[in-house]
């Protein structure tokens, strides 16, 4: 089922949405990969707070390439979301409701992803071109220094995902192959 | 001997990088374009139509294709009756992908040292391949290779008893634990045979050959098509959500070997099968 939600994500927004489901999303959205990761990770070991609030957010595992003039990002397209399973879990115990990747998740992260009624999203792998372009602006926010790596602030309009796995725990990745495996 | 400047090697490199990182070859577009007629799942059709609109944006607003625009892989197909003049070879290569991965906008995904990982800021250096072949031509190859992709890949050294059966394992267990991390529809290279990296090479190599264009060895070619179709039945399907569009070549290499031995090679490469050749 298509649908048109709001980031950050409502308790009930996250919920209602199912694996399968066509989701586009408008509101903001936050960057980070593995450097950023790694040190929010060891930020939160320091009892140190992070860049931004993880309540009810979405961060999208992307590092663009450089935008050219007249334009607020290059190609946006995800990155490999396992990357960032081992450090995942904290982060949604915090609050985070959403993220936006591809490929597959640890046992972890989607336990945690249950536990906390959050969505885990894939955006099409590869397909950077035309997801920039419902990207309407983009700032760097932490870890500058980071190059493309750096947390950035996105605002975005209708921008494409899919669910993969839901708030229960059903995971698309396993009942869509099933579908068409022909071995 | 023929002389060449080395700053056409530089400038060439330099257009290539953004070439291939904008368009895809000839053969690959075709690739993706029939793969939107023959998906049979609906939100595979839909990706598959989704991936054609990205070509389309990448090509005419000038944004590359995938955001990971890799690091940049060179395959230098040397003639021995050349002979190089005003620098250094390797220094005019690298000094190709600076320019074009600083002047085109390109993604700079190159770490200087892998445990320390600071961004080299340039995306140098490149990976160079050399290959002394008759003539006075150098043929260059440009094939940025992202990393989603170049994660799942892997080497078996089999035994030489596992035969013809181990190397089909071996290929579909790649592909299957690659999934939807490698970004599939995938092109899959081969190389069997050589040594442990030898064959890793031939794999790597493998997915420059235009993937309609079949191994010229009878039973390599009869390989490649049943692993296409075995991997094809996986129900792995575009962005690994189901479908009959998994890999769109299965392109094998193979090389004399040892007698104890049965190097197996398989480069995973996503939709973005990058690369630009050029003859100078
Ligand atoms: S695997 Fe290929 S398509 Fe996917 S993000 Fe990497 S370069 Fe892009």
């Given at each position: 089922m298509?649908?048109?939600?709001?980031?950050?994500?409502?308790?009930?927004?996250?919920?209602?949405?199912?694996?399968?489901?066509?989701?586009?999303?408008s509101g903001v959205i936050y960057t980070a990969r593995d450097a950023a990761h790694k040190r929010m990770y060891e930020a939160l070991g320091r009892g140190e707070s992070l860049p931004m609030d993880m309540d009810r957010n979405v961060i999208?595992?992307?590092?663009?390439?450089?935008?050219r003039q007249g334009r607020p990002i290059g190609s946006a397209g995800p990155t490999t979301s396992s990357r960032m399973d081992k450090y995942a879990p904290s982060l949604l115990d915090l609050g985070l409701k959403g993220m936006i990747g591809k490929g597959k998740r640890s046992e972890a992260v989607k336990d945690a992803i249950v536990r906390n009624k959050a969505v885990y999203f894939a955006a099409v792998g590869g397909a950077g071109a035309l997801l920039s372009k419902s990207i309407l602006s983009s700032e760097?926010?932490?870890?500058?220094?980071?190059?493309?790596?750096?947390?950035?602030?996105?605002?975005?309009?209708?921008?494409?995902?899919?669910?993969?796995?839901?708030?229960?725990?059903?995971?698309?990745?396993?009942?869509?192959?099933?579908?068409?495996?022909?071995? | 001997?023929?002389?060449?400047?080395?700053?056409?090697?530089?400038?060439?490199?330099?257009?290539?990088?953004?070439?291939?990182?904008?368009?895809?070859?000839?053969?690959?577009?075709?690739?993706?374009?029939?793969?939107?007629?023959?998906?049979?799942?609906?939100?595979?059709?839909?990706?598959?139509?989704?991936?054609?609109?990205?070509?389309?944006?990448?090509?005419?607003?000038?944004?590359?294709?995938?955001?990971?625009?890799?690091m940049a892989v060179i395959f230098m197909e040397i003639g021995q009756e050349v002979h190089f003049e005003g620098g250094i070879l390797e220094d005019a290569i690298n000094e190709?992908?600076?320019?074009?991965?600083?002047?085109?906008?390109l993604r700079k995904s190159v770490v200087a040292d892998p445990i320390y990982r600071d961004n080299t800021k340039d995306n140098t250096p490149a990976i160079i391949h050399y290959e002394m072949v008759p003539g006075d031509k150098v043929k260059i190859?440009?094939?940025?290779?992202?990393?989603?992709?170049?994660?799942?890949?892997?080497?078996?050294?089999?035994?030489?008893?596992?035969g013809i059966e181990g190397v089909k394992n071996a290929i579909l267990t790649a592909v299957k634990d690659a999934g939807p991390n490698a970004c599939p529809p995938m092109v899959v290279g081969v190389g069997v045979g050589g040594t442990f990296e030898k064959c890793a090479l031939m794999a790597k190599k493998a997915l420059t050959r235009p993937v309609n264009e079949r191994s010229s060895i009878p039973y390599v070619k009869e390989l490649e098509e049943?692993?296409?179709?075995?991997?094809?039945?996986?129900?792995?399907?575009?962005?690994g959500l189901g479908g009959t569009t998994t890999a769109l070549a299965v392109n094998i290499n193979t090389y004399p070997t040892h007698i104890a031995g049965l190097p197996v090679g398989i480069n995973i490469c996503c939709h973005v099968n990058r690369h630009a050749v050029r003859e100078i």
């Amino acid at each position: 089922m298509d649908q048109y939600i709001q980031v950050p994500l409502s308790n009930e927004d996250a919920e209602k949405l199912s694996a399968g489901d066509y989701v586009y999303l408008s509101g903001v959205i936050y960057t980070a990969r593995d450097a950023a990761h790694k040190r929010m990770y060891e930020a939160l070991g320091r009892g140190e707070s992070l860049p931004m609030d993880m309540d009810r957010n979405v961060i999208y595992y992307m590092g663009p390439s450089p935008a050219r003039q007249g334009r607020p990002i290059g190609s946006a397209g995800p990155t490999t979301s396992s990357r960032m399973d081992k450090y995942a879990p904290s982060l949604l115990d915090l609050g985070l409701k959403g993220m936006i990747g591809k490929g597959k998740r640890s046992e972890a992260v989607k336990d945690a992803i249950v536990r906390n009624k959050a969505v885990y999203f894939a955006a099409v792998g590869g397909a950077g071109a035309l997801l920039s372009k419902s990207i309407l602006s983009s700032e760097v926010i932490a870890y500058d220094d980071l190059g493309t790596e750096a947390i950035r602030r996105l605002e975005v309009k209708d921008f494409p995902v899919i669910v993969v796995i839901d708030s229960k725990g059903n995971n698309l990745y396993e009942t869509a192959i099933k579908e068409y495996c022909k071995e | 001997m023929r002389t060449i400047q080395v700053s056409q090697i530089t400038d060439a490199i330099k257009e290539m990088c953004i070439e291939a990182n904008h368009f895809l070859t000839p053969d690959m577009d075709e690739a993706m374009k029939c793969a939107v007629t023959s998906e049979e799942a609906p939100l595979g059709k839909q990706i598959l139509n989704q991936l054609q609109d990205n070509l389309k944006i990448a090509g005419a607003d000038m944004i590359p294709i995938c955001q990971d625009t890799g690091m940049a892989v060179i395959f230098m197909e040397i003639g021995q009756e050349v002979h190089f003049e005003g620098g250094i070879l390797e220094d005019a290569i690298n000094e190709g992908v600076r320019r074009g991965y600083v002047d085109g906008f390109l993604r700079k995904s190159v770490v200087a040292d892998p445990i320390y990982r600071d961004n080299t800021k340039d995306n140098t250096p490149a990976i160079i391949h050399y290959e002394m072949v008759p003539g006075d031509k150098v043929k260059i190859t440009v094939a940025p290779k992202g990393f989603g992709s170049e994660n799942m890949s892997r080497v078996f050294m089999l035994k030489p008893a596992d035969g013809i059966e181990g190397v089909k394992n071996a290929i579909l267990t790649a592909v299957k634990d690659a999934g939807p991390n490698a970004c599939p529809p995938m092109v899959v290279g081969v190389g069997v045979g050589g040594t442990f990296e030898k064959c890793a090479l031939m794999a790597k190599k493998a997915l420059t050959r235009p993937v309609n264009e079949r191994s010229s060895i009878p039973y390599v070619k009869e390989l490649e098509e049943e692993m296409l179709a075995k991997i094809n039945a996986t129900g792995i399907g575009p962005g690994g959500l189901g479908g009959t569009t998994t890999a769109l070549a299965v392109n094998i290499n193979t090389y004399p070997t040892h007698i104890a031995g049965l190097p197996v090679g398989i480069n995973i490469c996503c939709h973005v099968n990058r690369h630009a050749v050029r003859e100078i």
